[in-house]
């Protein structure tokens, strides 16, 4: 058994990890790393037995603009162990390696299930609050907000463009990993890319029942006057990022089933009665 990681252009390890996360979540990383998103961001942590990828965290390196400033964050994910190997230590041995490698990150969070509800505290994480930000509205105009092709590679390249030039108006918003956001608008949002052409930006949107599920805002465009183009088809609106400015709308506690968001770090120890949350579209 031994330990290892920086190994995505290994195909053989890789082959085995893509193999592993597909019989545990469904997904399957390989495509992200042919279209060239797959960065030193995220770095899979492994267990390998005989050849193989049996168990995993991943370290997704996510820089943070909060409130102007840049801080260097550690998001834990894809945490996997094959179900013909669990209950022999192998998700503690790797958190111990991993936790000694990221010690000197800002901060390090990570999203967990009930299931490891009492694990993670084991290793110094607390459990803490996300708020989302929502309204209801009334557009008096029709919808002007243009669909941007999200459907092959040059498309994706020019996102990739946008994202690195282009400020996010957020409280905060995730920094210097562009393959992470690539993952989700390269693959499962094809179609939820916006441009509104009077302001110069770009949205990441959804359309639900009349509600506009907003991502992110990729621009200096004021986050009302983005909302207004997506037209009177919309009646409630859903920030899933903290907008600079927040008056107006209600604040409400991220909640979900079977979710825990747990922290650890000097980030969030001096935030810790702040109100934000993480873009949804940065989860890994």
Known sequence: ??????????????????????????????????????????????????????????VNRCDMNYKGKTVHLIQLGTVMTDPDNRGRGYARLLMERVMEDIKDADGIYLYGNDSVAEFYPKFGFTESKEYCFSKDVKIAGDRSAKAVPMSNKEDWDKMVNILSETAQNADVYMVNNTGLYMFYLSQFMQENTFYIPDLDTYAIAEIEDGTLILHAVIGTGDVDKVIEPFGNDITHVLLNFTPKDTAGYTKNEVTEEDSHFFVRGKFFEENKDSA????????A
Do not use: C
């Not at 193999?19 to 492994?46: H, I």
């Not at 934000?276 to 989860?283: A, L, R, V, Y």
């Open 1 to 58: 058994m031994l330990i290892k990681h920086a190994y995505r252009d290994n195909k053989e390890l890789r082959d085995s990890f893509n193999e592993l996360a597909e019989k545990v979540f469904g997904l399957n990383f390989e495509g992200w790393y042919q279209n060239g998103f797959w960065k030193e961001a995220y770095d899979p942590y492994s267990v390998i037995e005989d050849g193989k990828v049996v168990s995993n965290i991943s």
């Open 276 to 283: 934000f949350m993480f873009q949804s579209i940065t989860h």
